[in-house]
């Protein structure tokens, strides 16, 4: 095998890869986990703030 032919297998291997990830990341069975993780900044907050308030009184 020459470096060529090497390249091309690499190539096709990433572009497999990245199809498989685009198609993992925007099926809609994993919808519920992201929108999960996606609000995990906000679950903080609202932790946060409760023990301010237990701070303050």
């Known amino acids: 095998m020459d470096q ?3 390249g091309s297998i690499f190539t096709v291997i990433v572009f497999v890869s990245f199809v498989g ?6 099926s809609s069975r994993n919808k ?3 929108d999960e993780a ?3 900044p906000f679950a903080d907050e609202d932790k946060h703030q409760s023990t301010k308030k237990n701070q303050e009184s």
């Open 4 to 6: 060529g032919t090497i």
């Open 21 to 26: 990830v685009i198609i993992w990341a925007f």
């Open 32 to 34: 519920s986990n992201f």
């Open 38 to 40: 996606a609000n995990l």
